[in-house]
């Protein structure tokens, strides 16, 4: 095996080479700088003491170590800015595109509204497939809260999913 360093010098491993061109300019600049936050170090390595220090100035203060371990892992190495960078195109290229996940909600909202009941989404969350705990539940509506009538707009929750951040209206 090719030592790190060299490796990264040499276009950063498989599947990495590319990662720059999946992002706008504006996007990588984001990243960079939400790296440069979890790195508290200053390493320019992403580890679990950085992590249980960004986690801890959140108010986050008795994360375990195998939850910390348990992120680190998600990486295949060790945490530089490229593998920071493709684990998020990893994860967003992952994501169905925005018209299929509309379609599945809109399977749910037969009037077309554009709208679920809280109390239904939460229902579907807590008891199908790959259930929401209580806590993701709490934070699903904290991100989305539901309008005076207890409806969720799922509209943007998909815009947030597939495009990452909430439409500017």
Do not use: W
Request: hydrophobic share 35%; with cysteine.
């Amino acid at each position: 095996m090719a030592p790190k360093k060299a490796k990264r010098r040499a276009g950063g491993g498989e599947g990495s080479s590319n990662v720059f061109s999946m992002f706008e300019q504006s996007q990588i600049q984001e990243y960079k700088e939400a790296f440069t936050i979890i790195d508290q170090n200053r390493d320019g390595i992403i580890s679990k003491d950085d992590l249980r220090d960004v986690l801890a100035s959140m108010g986050q203060l008795n994360v375990k170590n195998e939850e910390l371990e348990a992120m680190i892992k998600e990486a295949s190495g060790p945490i530089n800015f490229t593998v920071f960078l493709t684990m998020f195109g990893e994860k967003l290229k992952g994501a169905d595109p925005e018209d299929v996940i509309l379609a599945a909600f809109k399977v749910l909202d037969p009037e077309g509204t554009g709208t679920i009941k809280k109390s239904f989404l939460e229902e579907l969350l807590t008891t199908q497939c790959d259930r929401f705990s209580q806590e993701e539940i709490k934070n699903l509506f904290t991100a989305f809260p539901p309008d005076v009538a207890g409806n969720v707009d799922y509209k943007n929750i998909c815009y947030v999913i597939t495009h990452g951040e909430e439409k500017e209206e």
